[in-house]
């Protein structure tokens, strides 16, 4: 199955609607505020957006808990204004994904309070319930003594997160489970569906599937999502040929091989992405890996190791046979501020590597001027500690960050310490700063196809526990060689690539320097810097 062209050069940006802009002023973000700062979403340089859920919800889970999914979240407005803002990111070049949360619904949804009643109706096995309610009679995760219908149900993720029924692939209690192509269970598919297309036809352009493993459960839990995912996307490639589906899935070879177009590499699933940016030091307050003695490779300390994330890209392009991408993003709701621990300075050498790593880039909101994560918040709508991440935009230096007019403390999050703010204002004026440094590599990005999603990928100095770290994406006679040195500390390294001598220097932070001599080419970098060339061999 082919992918849509226009994913070989998209750049997306993750909004979080609820933080990015309140044009009213209850403190909340909201459509009319996202489309006013759609022009900004352009000017950074991306193609595309992702948008987290926007749905009518009881907001147990910041939305990820939807009640209807054919209506906006009334915080937000209108069905009508998404379609404006789609209309109007269209306008710009600008495509709009929206977040499909396809294995559960909340407990207030109409379908799952008729799934409650004891009398059957449509929506009996719209959830998956077991046979009587004495939960050890399951290892599966399920809620007990909350209907007068007998049977408990599962839950996805949270208790208030019921799980939607595609089926088992093999069952394994018939009393109480269904196959995947029972007639009951194709309601379900089909609703799914019926989603999509309501939102297709509004003009969106694809979706980031949520949770995306978790539809089928049980033996064989692979094959059943293979069958699932495919059937989605032929239908979307027939139907929709330039819309997209991205998974949270985290292993590419799985989710790509059943059907998905992107997968992100992020902090579960695979380890690679962690050992590169995530393994916060013990100067990071409440580091999960405090007195581990584990380091990212991307850290001032030069402990880390990109070794073991770079074999692990490998693997997975050899194994995903150019069917689709992974994506490497800087960050997300779901967990720290890539800020963390780092300098702004630090940030432009993470960011040269992330937007030249091959796949499709992800810029989480706020990451491209470095807004920190704030500590010390009350947990908000089910994000306990991840609520520091999804704190409001800073669009400049006013005492409300330009955000909202209400009272702050009526703010979906409080903005955090003055001192540690950041604000696109004051970087827009500054040629150096990271929001600027950013937009530069962007352009490099989208410009040059071999570091688009065909590049080829070939490490050049990458070895166990050494800085700096060297790679390659080429494409026909086009290459790009790319240089970080996260550590603090002056390194070396030294690498071949034909015609390195007439390469030439796209951008770079900190100093580094390149020198050629006959066959070899050496990188000298002093701490936290970073380069990229280009050389074109005729
Ligand atoms: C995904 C979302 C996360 C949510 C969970 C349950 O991991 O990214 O924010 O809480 O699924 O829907
Ligand atoms: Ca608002």
Redesign the pocket.
Known sequence: MSNPEWLKNAVFYEIYPQSFCDSNGDGIGDFPGMTSKLDYVKSLGCNAIWLNPCFESPFQ??G?DISNYYKVAPRYGTNEDLKHYIDEAHARGIRVVLDL?AG?TSIECDWFKQSCKVERNKYSDYYIWTKGWDRASTNYRTINGYSDRSGNFLIN?FYC?PELTYGFYAVEDPEWQLPMDHPEVMKVREELRNIMKFYLDMGCDGFRV??AASLIRGEKQYEGLKILWHDYRTWMNENYPEAVLIS?WSIPEKSINAGFNVDFLVHFGLPGYTSLFRQEPERVPNSPYAGQGKRSFFDRDGKGDAELFVNEVLDQLDKMQGKGYMSIPTGN??FGRIRQGRTLEELKVVYTAIFTFPGVPFLYYGDEIGMDYVYGLKSKE?GYNRTGARTPMLWDDTEKAGFSTADEKDFYLPLGEKSSRVSVASQEKDPNSLLNFTRRLIAIRRKYAALGGEGEFHPLFVRKNTYPMIFERKLGNERFVVAVNPSAQPVKGEFGVPGMENAKLMISCGKINLICSSGASVIEADGISAAVYRVVND
Do not use: W
Request: charged share 30%.
């Open positions: 889970d910041a990820y949360v559960h993720f997160q949520d949770m949270e709701h779901d089910g």
